[in-house]
């Protein structure tokens, strides 16, 4: 089933003053309607994983993205929820259907449905978060009425896993006799491994004796209680720092952390709302990504093809606002930053996860 959700924002004010519609059926879009440019009104639509808004990282940065441009740019935006993987060609078909000015696809998992509907509808403008289109061999294929937002995720990986590692190397980590941290990976695809490869590199950057625990969830990205019962068993492993990739799952990898009195590092969006056990957050802006794709199209530069997000657009990087983490240590992970954004250091997206 599909959701679509509704608001509306006044041009003059740009105050939002809707809220969610319920009806027996989908529930209504969200958009901004700007009265001063009547003539040609800006509509983007947003589908998301079967994650959902409440995933608290990948898609409801997205959203975030969309709702700076309704404020900023005066477009007018929607939003459906994808609650299944069958959901998504449908969804993107219903935008399609509508002639948005864009329709954007959040995440790997859509990049089938995409190649579909973009191939149905060649002369309607897509992007996709973290993806590209793919046939059904599996195949990514370049189509010109597709715009590939891509990340470096393992350059934040990397400067989360320097700071744990310093913690770790100087005592001041849960349980740091063990000398062991972990990390969860959601699924086994590159766009989220690419984190958990960046991570196990930094740490042993600046702690080559660490042990790096890594274990896969069941690719769902939402079962909590899969993902707390392998941060349960790394703290039993030695773990004292838990690294999650793993969407809204990875919300209870994270709770074993706070429930054993451990420290968690949150991914994609600043997560230290959860408490102050989340020392700081493996960032991919992806409400940047959004926001300057929808901009791209406000200003009639539509990009088709790959485009790449990293350190050196600021879409890449750490949470800054950090908890447990001296000043010494943070600018130690700032200074190696500018180096990885300089080219002197290069992070491998790719490795064997747990292996040096």
């Known amino acids: 089933m599909k959701k679509l959700r509704f608001a509306v924002a006044s041009a003059a004010a740009l105050t939002m003053i809707g809220g969610s519609l319920l009806v027996a059926g989908p529930v209504g879009a969200r958009g901004v309607v700007n009265n001063s440019h009547p003539a040609k009104t800006i509509t983007v639509g947003l589908v998301t994983d079967k994650g959902g808004l409440n995933d608290k990282s990948f898609n409801h940065l997205a959203d975030v993205g969309l709702k700076r441009a309704e404020h900023k740019l005066h477009i007018k935006g929607a939003v459906l929820q994808s609650e299944t993987s069958a959901d998504y060609e449908p969804n993107l078909t219903t935008f399609a259907n509508k002639k948005k000015s864009l329709i954007i696809a959040v995440g790997f998992l859509m990049e089938n449905a995409l190649y579909h509907v973009a191939k149905q509808f060649p002369h309607q403008k897509f992007a996709i978060v973290d993806g590209a289109p793919a046939d059904d061999k599996g195949n990514n294929v370049n189509l010109p009425n597709v715009a590939n937002l891509f990340f470096k995720p393992e350059q934040s990986g990397y400067l989360v896993g320097v700071i744990a590692g310093l913690l770790e190397k100087a005592h001041k980590a849960p349980n740091w006799k063990k000398n062991t941290v972990g990390s ?6 590159l766009a989220v491994t690419a984190y958990n490869c960046g991570y196990q590199e930094g740490v042993w950057s600046v702690d080559p004796k660490a042990k790096v625990l890594a274990d896969f969830d069941d690719g769902t990205f939402h079962n909590t209680q899969n993902a707390k019962n392998i941060g349960f068993k790394q703290i039993g492993e030695g773990a004292g720092i838990l690294f999650q990739v793993d969407g809204g799952a990875g919300l209870g990898y994270l709770q074993a952390a706070q429930q054993k009195h451990k420290w968690g590092i949150g991914v994609d969006a600043d997560q230290d709302y959860l408490g102050k056990y989340v020392i700081t957050s493996a960032l991919k802006k992806v409400d940047q990504a959004v926001f300057v794709s929808i901009k791209r199209i406000v200003n009639g530069k539509f990009h088709a093809g790959n485009n790449t997000f990293s350190l050196k657009n600021g879409a890449t990087g750490f949470a800054t606002d950090t908890h447990h983490v001296s000043t010494k ?11 990885i954004k300089k080219g002197t250091i290069k992070v491998n997206p790719v490795c064997k996860l747990g292996q040096k």
């Open 329 to 339: 240590i943070k600018n130690k992970a700032l200074a190696i930053a500018k180096k």
């Open 184 to 189: 969860i990976a959601g699924a086994n695809f």
